[in-house]
């Protein structure tokens, strides 16, 4: 199965590393990042030159565009969406969850689900 990346899983890990830049896991994670459009302008190099453009300086109001155009790019390039994948997942592990939750759903579902970012409690079905 191809890995899933959505644009608002980029806008929300790319945020977080955008929010932390100034700390050793905001650098690490815009390394990292900065890594995987290296390697992958290797491969594809017209395409992805414009990609890496928003590493050079980071700004909030291109979080939307920059994920939209990698979502793009990785449509087009499972091996790109994998390690957008993986990197966003990763992010996410470091900097934790955040109001950005995204929860996905697919298939033919036989009883009740419960979809939530963080649930403190019990949750019960009558």
């Known amino acids: ?5 959505t644009v608002p899983m980029l806008v929300s890990a790319l945020t977080k590393a955008l929010d ?5 896991a905001g650098k690490k994670a815009w390394s990292a990042l900065s890594t995987l459009l290296t390697k992958h302008r290797r491969q594809t190099p017209n ?3 414009a990609a890496a453009a928003p590493l050079l300086r980071p700004d909030p ?11 793009t790019l990785a449509v087009a ?7 957008l994948h993986d990197w966003a997942a990763e992010t996410a592990r470091t900097f ?9 759903l697919s298939g033919t579902v036989h009883g ?8 403190s409690g019990s ?3 009558s």
């Open 77 to 83: 390039d499972p091996a790109l969406a994998q390690s």
């Open 123 to 125: 949750v019960s079905f």
């Open 47 to 49: 395409e992805a030159d």
């Open 61 to 71: 109001r291109d979080i939307e565009p920059f994920a939209q155009h990698l979502a």
């Open 20 to 24: 932390s830049a100034a700390g050793e």
């Open 112 to 119: 009740n689900v419960v979809q939530a970012g963080n649930i």
């Open 96 to 104: 934790g969850s955040s109001e950005n939750t995204v929860n996905t």
């Open 1 to 5: 199965m191809d890995p899933i990346i």
